[in-house]
């Protein structure tokens, strides 16, 4: 059973930064690609980032490439998204996931474990 805990979020001014961690329990974390999903309030949950296995490969959405960025450590079982240059429109409820195949994806169903999520709030 893999078990994924979310933290890191918070209230943050515009323009400001974040770094969110989702720390997973469970055999075989390194082999499998990690994403990164956000849902508003009132909208569905939406892809954000998702990287490889190795770390080797990234995927982001088009709204948050250039401002937040995606990493892994396999030591730690942990995955990373680290948000720059916040805007009001990112604020959601940030959920990581594991997808069991070594490959990244956009596609939420392909994820088949899921955190609780944490709160971003950025004020304008």
């Known amino acids: 059973q893999v078990q994924l805990v979310e933290s890191g979020g918070g209230l943050v001014q515009a323009g400001g930064s974040l770094r969110l961690s989702c720390a997973t329990s469970?055999?075989?974390?390194?082999?499998?690609?990690r994403g990164w999903f956000r849902q508003a309030p009132g909208k569905e949950r939406e892809f954000v980032a998702a990287?490889?296995?190795?770390?080797?490969?990234?995927l982001y959405a088009t709204s948050v490439k250039g401002r937040f960025t995606i990493s892994r450590d396999n030591a730690k079982n942990t995955v990373y998204l680290q948000m720059n240059n916040l805007k009001y429109e990112d604020t959601a409820v940030y959920y990581c996931?594991?997808?069991?195949?070594?490959?990244?994806?956009?596609?939420?169903?392909?994820?088949?474990?899921w955190g609780q999520g944490t709160q971003v709030t950025v004020s304008s």
């Open positions: 469970g055999r075989a974390f390194s082999s499998y690609a």
């Open positions: 990287i490889g296995s190795s770390g080797g490969t990234t």
């Open positions: 996931a594991v997808r069991r195949s070594w490959g990244p994806s956009e596609g939420l169903a392909e994820y088949a474990y």
